[in-house]
T-cell receptor, first 112, second 114 residues
Framework: ETGVTQTPRHLVMGMTNKKSLKCEQHLGHNAMYWYKQSAKKPLELMFVYNFKEQTENNSVPSRFSPECPNSSHLFLHLHTLQPEDSALYLC???????????FGQGTRLTVV | GENVEQHPSTLSVQEGDSAVIKCTYSDSASNYFPWYKQELGKRPQLIIDIRSNVGEKKDQRIAVTLNKTAKHFSLHITETQPEDSAVYFCAAEPGGGATNKLIFGTGTLLAIQP
Protein backbone atom coordinates (compact mmCIF):
# COMPACT_ATOMS: atom_id res chain seq x y z
CA GLU A 1 0.00 0.00 0.00
CA THR A 2 1.28 3.45 -0.90
CA GLY A 3 -1.33 5.43 1.01
CA VAL A 4 -3.08 6.57 -2.16
CA THR A 5 -6.52 5.02 -2.61
CA GLN A 6 -8.63 5.11 -5.74
CA THR A 7 -12.28 4.15 -6.16
CA PRO A 8 -13.83 2.46 -7.93
CA ARG A 9 -11.26 -0.10 -9.11
CA HIS A 10 -13.32 -0.94 -12.19
CA LEU A 11 -15.96 1.09 -14.03
CA VAL A 12 -18.02 0.37 -17.12
CA MET A 13 -20.02 3.28 -18.47
CA GLY A 14 -22.03 4.16 -21.52
CA MET A 15 -21.14 7.11 -23.69
CA THR A 16 -24.04 9.17 -22.33
CA ASN A 17 -23.37 8.46 -18.66
CA LYS A 18 -21.84 10.72 -16.04
CA LYS A 19 -19.52 9.18 -13.48
CA SER A 20 -16.74 10.25 -11.15
CA LEU A 21 -13.41 8.75 -10.12
CA LYS A 22 -12.13 9.41 -6.63
CA CYS A 23 -8.62 9.59 -5.24
CA GLU A 24 -7.72 9.99 -1.60
CA GLN A 25 -4.42 10.40 0.25
CA HIS A 26 -3.71 11.15 3.89
CA LEU A 27 0.03 11.42 3.50
CA GLY A 28 0.08 15.18 3.85
CA HIS A 29 1.17 15.58 0.23
CA ASN A 30 0.66 18.92 -1.47
CA ALA A 31 0.60 17.82 -5.09
CA MET A 32 -1.85 15.45 -6.76
CA TYR A 33 -1.98 14.17 -10.31
CA TRP A 34 -4.16 12.33 -12.79
CA TYR A 35 -2.44 10.12 -15.35
CA LYS A 36 -4.00 8.07 -18.15
CA GLN A 37 -2.42 4.74 -18.96
CA SER A 38 -3.20 3.05 -22.25
CA ALA A 39 -1.38 0.84 -24.70
CA LYS A 40 -0.69 3.81 -27.00
CA LYS A 41 0.56 6.23 -24.32
CA PRO A 42 1.67 4.33 -21.27
CA LEU A 43 1.76 7.15 -18.67
CA GLU A 44 0.21 10.32 -19.99
CA LEU A 45 -0.06 13.28 -17.62
CA MET A 46 -3.56 14.81 -17.57
CA PHE A 47 -3.82 17.25 -14.66
CA VAL A 48 -1.66 18.62 -11.85
CA TYR A 49 -2.89 20.18 -8.64
CA ASN A 50 -0.61 22.03 -6.24
CA PHE A 51 -2.07 23.11 -2.90
CA LYS A 52 -5.57 22.48 -4.33
CA GLU A 53 -4.97 24.74 -7.32
CA GLN A 54 -4.83 23.35 -10.83
CA THR A 55 -1.43 24.15 -12.32
CA GLU A 56 -1.46 21.92 -15.37
CA ASN A 57 -4.03 20.82 -17.92
CA ASN A 58 -2.26 18.79 -20.56
CA SER A 59 -4.71 19.63 -23.36
CA VAL A 60 -7.28 17.25 -21.93
CA PRO A 61 -10.76 17.25 -23.58
CA SER A 62 -13.45 19.01 -21.59
CA ARG A 63 -15.38 15.75 -21.15
CA PHE A 64 -12.84 15.15 -18.35
CA SER A 65 -13.33 17.60 -15.47
CA PRO A 66 -11.07 17.45 -12.41
CA GLU A 67 -11.93 18.72 -8.96
CA CYS A 68 -9.75 19.12 -5.88
CA PRO A 69 -11.91 20.20 -2.92
CA ASN A 70 -9.07 19.83 -0.40
CA SER A 71 -5.48 18.67 -0.30
CA SER A 72 -6.48 15.05 0.46
CA HIS A 73 -9.04 14.42 -2.26
CA LEU A 74 -9.01 14.55 -6.02
CA PHE A 75 -11.87 13.72 -8.35
CA LEU A 76 -12.16 13.18 -12.07
CA HIS A 77 -15.67 13.81 -13.37
CA LEU A 78 -16.51 12.03 -16.61
CA HIS A 79 -19.30 12.81 -19.06
CA THR A 80 -20.09 11.86 -22.66
CA LEU A 81 -16.93 9.82 -23.00
CA GLN A 82 -15.79 8.01 -26.13
CA PRO A 83 -14.70 4.36 -26.45
CA GLU A 84 -11.10 5.55 -26.98
CA ASP A 85 -11.19 6.96 -23.44
CA SER A 86 -11.13 3.40 -22.12
CA ALA A 87 -7.91 3.10 -20.11
CA LEU A 88 -6.43 2.77 -16.65
CA TYR A 89 -6.66 6.10 -14.80
CA LEU A 90 -3.97 6.52 -12.18
CA CYS A 91 -3.89 9.07 -9.41
CA UNK A 92 -0.60 10.04 -7.77
CA UNK A 93 0.55 12.35 -5.02
CA UNK A 94 3.84 13.62 -3.66
CA UNK A 95 5.04 16.06 -1.01
CA UNK A 96 6.60 18.60 -3.37
CA UNK A 97 8.69 18.78 -6.52
CA UNK A 98 11.75 16.58 -6.94
CA UNK A 99 10.34 13.88 -4.66
CA UNK A 100 8.87 10.43 -5.09
CA UNK A 101 5.38 10.18 -6.51
CA UNK A 102 3.08 7.60 -4.92
CA PHE A 103 0.51 6.02 -7.18
CA GLY A 104 -2.89 4.62 -6.44
CA GLN A 105 -3.91 1.25 -7.90
CA GLY A 106 -5.92 2.90 -10.62
CA THR A 107 -9.44 2.74 -11.99
CA ARG A 108 -9.89 0.50 -15.03
CA LEU A 109 -12.43 2.40 -17.15
CA THR A 110 -14.32 0.84 -20.02
CA VAL A 111 -16.55 3.02 -22.19
CA VAL A 112 -19.17 1.10 -24.16
CA GLY B 1 7.61 21.31 -23.07
CA GLU B 2 9.61 18.38 -21.79
CA ASN B 3 9.80 15.25 -23.97
CA VAL B 4 11.19 11.97 -22.68
CA GLU B 5 12.17 9.16 -25.01
CA GLN B 6 12.89 5.64 -23.77
CA HIS B 7 14.61 2.69 -25.45
CA PRO B 8 14.24 -0.16 -26.00
CA SER B 9 10.50 -0.78 -25.82
CA THR B 10 11.09 -4.46 -25.08
CA LEU B 11 14.15 -6.20 -23.67
CA SER B 12 14.76 -9.89 -23.09
CA VAL B 13 17.78 -11.03 -21.10
CA GLN B 14 18.96 -14.30 -19.62
CA GLU B 15 18.69 -14.67 -15.89
CA GLY B 16 21.93 -13.51 -14.31
CA ASP B 17 22.84 -11.17 -17.15
CA SER B 18 22.66 -7.36 -17.02
CA ALA B 19 19.94 -5.14 -18.45
CA VAL B 20 20.30 -1.52 -19.54
CA ILE B 21 17.47 0.88 -20.36
CA LYS B 22 18.16 4.34 -21.76
CA CYS B 23 16.22 7.60 -21.72
CA THR B 24 16.78 11.02 -23.23
CA TYR B 25 15.10 14.29 -22.27
CA SER B 26 14.71 17.60 -24.03
CA ASP B 27 14.54 20.24 -21.27
CA SER B 28 18.07 21.12 -20.19
CA ALA B 29 16.66 22.60 -16.96
CA SER B 30 15.23 19.24 -15.86
CA ASN B 31 16.66 18.33 -12.48
CA TYR B 32 15.05 15.15 -11.15
CA PHE B 33 15.02 11.73 -12.82
CA PRO B 34 13.18 8.81 -11.19
CA TRP B 35 12.71 5.26 -12.42
CA TYR B 36 9.52 3.32 -11.75
CA LYS B 37 8.77 -0.39 -11.97
CA GLN B 38 5.27 -1.60 -12.79
CA GLU B 39 4.50 -5.29 -12.38
CA LEU B 40 1.55 -6.76 -14.22
CA GLY B 41 -1.72 -5.51 -12.75
CA LYS B 42 0.00 -3.34 -10.17
CA ARG B 43 0.75 0.34 -9.70
CA PRO B 44 4.07 1.96 -10.71
CA GLN B 45 6.54 2.11 -7.82
CA LEU B 46 9.77 4.02 -7.48
CA ILE B 47 12.92 1.91 -7.58
CA ILE B 48 15.63 4.57 -7.79
CA ASP B 49 16.01 8.26 -8.55
CA ILE B 50 18.80 10.71 -9.27
CA ARG B 51 19.09 14.46 -9.07
CA SER B 52 20.97 16.68 -11.47
CA ASN B 53 23.86 17.37 -9.09
CA VAL B 54 24.87 13.67 -9.10
CA GLY B 55 26.28 11.60 -11.97
CA GLU B 56 25.61 8.12 -10.64
CA LYS B 57 23.65 6.41 -7.91
CA LYS B 58 23.60 2.76 -6.91
CA ASP B 59 21.29 0.65 -4.76
CA GLN B 60 22.32 -3.02 -4.59
CA ARG B 61 21.76 -4.49 -8.09
CA ILE B 62 20.28 -1.29 -9.51
CA ALA B 63 22.18 1.79 -10.67
CA VAL B 64 21.31 4.93 -12.55
CA THR B 65 23.70 7.17 -14.48
CA LEU B 66 23.06 10.72 -15.64
CA ASN B 67 24.82 12.66 -18.39
CA LYS B 68 23.53 16.23 -18.22
CA THR B 69 25.55 17.41 -21.18
CA ALA B 70 24.06 14.80 -23.46
CA LYS B 71 20.68 14.94 -21.70
CA HIS B 72 20.39 11.22 -21.16
CA PHE B 73 20.17 8.85 -18.22
CA SER B 74 20.22 5.08 -17.94
CA LEU B 75 19.03 2.31 -15.64
CA HIS B 76 21.36 -0.62 -15.07
CA ILE B 77 20.21 -3.87 -13.48
CA THR B 78 22.88 -6.46 -12.76
CA GLU B 79 22.50 -10.16 -11.96
CA THR B 80 18.92 -10.11 -13.18
CA GLN B 81 16.35 -12.35 -11.50
CA PRO B 82 12.88 -13.54 -12.58
CA GLU B 83 11.24 -11.01 -10.25
CA ASP B 84 12.86 -8.21 -12.23
CA SER B 85 10.40 -8.96 -15.07
CA ALA B 86 8.14 -5.88 -15.34
CA VAL B 87 7.61 -2.66 -17.25
CA TYR B 88 10.11 0.05 -16.35
CA PHE B 89 9.42 3.77 -16.82
CA CYS B 90 11.86 6.62 -16.70
CA ALA B 91 10.69 10.15 -15.94
CA ALA B 92 12.02 13.68 -15.90
CA GLU B 93 10.92 16.71 -13.94
CA PRO B 94 11.14 19.92 -15.95
CA GLY B 95 12.90 22.78 -14.23
CA GLY B 96 12.60 26.53 -14.61
CA GLY B 97 9.69 27.22 -12.31
CA ALA B 98 7.12 25.64 -10.07
CA THR B 99 5.89 23.08 -12.56
CA ASN B 100 5.88 20.18 -10.08
CA LYS B 101 5.17 17.50 -12.65
CA LEU B 102 6.76 14.30 -13.91
CA ILE B 103 6.90 13.46 -17.59
CA PHE B 104 7.26 9.75 -18.25
CA GLY B 105 8.89 7.79 -21.03
CA THR B 106 6.98 5.19 -23.00
CA GLY B 107 8.17 2.24 -20.91
CA THR B 108 10.35 -0.83 -21.41
CA LEU B 109 8.96 -4.33 -21.02
CA LEU B 110 11.77 -6.34 -19.46
CA ALA B 111 11.52 -10.13 -19.63
CA ILE B 112 14.01 -12.27 -17.74
CA GLN B 113 14.47 -15.66 -19.37
CA PRO B 114 15.26 -18.55 -17.00
Amino acid sequence: ETGVTQTPRHLVMGMTNKKSLKCEQHLGHNAMYWYKQSAKKPLELMFVYNFKEQTENNSVPSRFSPECPNSSHLFLHLHTLQPEDSALYLCASRPTENTEAFFGQGTRLTVV
Amino acid sequence: GENVEQHPSTLSVQEGDSAVIKCTYSDSASNYFPWYKQELGKRPQLIIDIRSNVGEKKDQRIAVTLNKTAKHFSLHITETQPEDSAVYFCAAEPGGGATNKLIFGTGTLLAIQP
